[in-house]
């Protein structure tokens, strides 16, 4: 029994001296432990998400599809049915929550379609779901061009920017009795590509005429703008016209006025008060040549146009 050999070490001499600390000391061990350990539970944890984890954030409540997308109501001058036509277009059938770029995805195609003016906010939520916030353009103009000989009628924003005509059948029908008219001759848009801008300082200037109106033209009989000749520094001026025939000289674009001449505003007024003391303009201001320029209604004069021809 005296002669038992002791038992003999298999361990490969370098795993023996890391274990041991003898190679690189306590500290280097202790670190070597260490990092085992945590590249094993990243391993794990790895595994675990593959299992577990992913399939869980893919479900239902991770996929956003367009029943979820909610958006700003639409306004009563929009037939159109926005959120499904950007669905199609910008392919947001099935998008998932955890996309980074979700947000950004959904703003820009948003953004493109010709009815919104602008995205103020787009957020995402879980339960997969899309809050969607919008400023949608508003129409303030029906402008008729002459093309080929023929009338043809577009629809504006203040910004002069050209609206889907399909959401107008009934106003075209109806002769659009609350859409104040801009007589654009044969001034045609440049792109023809609804949502962009009509293309011509002239239109713009009209757009923002109409809207300075609103709704106020209505009850002083205006049908329509006229875009008459240019002023000496070769700006656009602008006529308003009755159904009848009788017109009354604007003057320059809303925030193009000349020093003397009076604001969108103070035009506005001083025609509102003329009606409400003179009577229609069919009547009262028929033959006359009222100009919203100045505070008297007329031009001083050294400035009175004479021969003044309107561009029809």
């Known amino acids: 029994m005296g002669n038992s050999k002791p038992a003999r070490n298999w361990t490969p001499p370098l795993l023996r001296k890391l274990v041991t600390g003898s190679l690189f000391g306590t500290w280097s061990r202790r670190l070597i432990v260490a990092a085992v350990v945590l ?125 889907p005509s399909e959401d107008f059948e009934k106003e075209v029908e109806q002769k659009a009795p609350h859409l104040l008219r801009i007589f654009a001759g044969d001034v045609s848009p440049t792109g023809r590509a609804f949502g962009t801008p009509w293309g011509s300082e002239r239109i713009a200037g009209a757009a923002l005429l109409a809207d300075a109106w609103q709704d106020r033209w209505q009850k002083l009989g205006l049908y329509k703008v006229l875009l008459d000749k240019d002023d000496p520094n070769g700006k656009p001026m602008y006529v308003l016209a009755t159904k009848s025939g009788t017109r009354v000289l604007w003057g320059l674009a809303p925030g193009s006025e000349a020093k003397e001449e009076q604001s969108p505003r103070e035009k506005i007024a001083w025609l509102e008060q003329y009606v409400a003391k003179h009577g229609p303009l069919d009547k009262s201001a028929a033959g006359t040549s009222l100009d919203l320029r100045y505070a008297t209604g007329k031009a001083p004069p050294q400035t009175a146009r004479k021969g003044s021809t309107t561009k029809r």
């Open 39 to 163: 590249g094993l539970a990243l391993v794990g944890w790895s595994y675990a998400w593959r299992t577990w984890g992913e399939p869980g954030t893919t479900g239902h409540d991770f996929l956003v599809t367009p029943e979820k997308i909610s958006v700003t109501p639409l306004p009563t001058w929009i037939h159109a049915d926005v959120t499904s036509e950007v669905v199609k277009s910008g392919s947001l059938a099935s998008l998932p929550l955890r996309d980074p770029q979700l947000v950004d995805k959904v703003s820009r195609a948003f953004a493109a379609h010709s009815w919104v003016a602008s995205v103020k906010k787009v957020s995402k939520h879980y339960p997969a779901r899309i809050d969607v916030e919008l400023e949608y353009r508003r129409p303030v103009a029906m402008v008729e061009v002459i093309w080929q000989g023929e009338p043809k009628l577009y629809f504006i924003d203040a910004a002069s920017v050209l609206l």
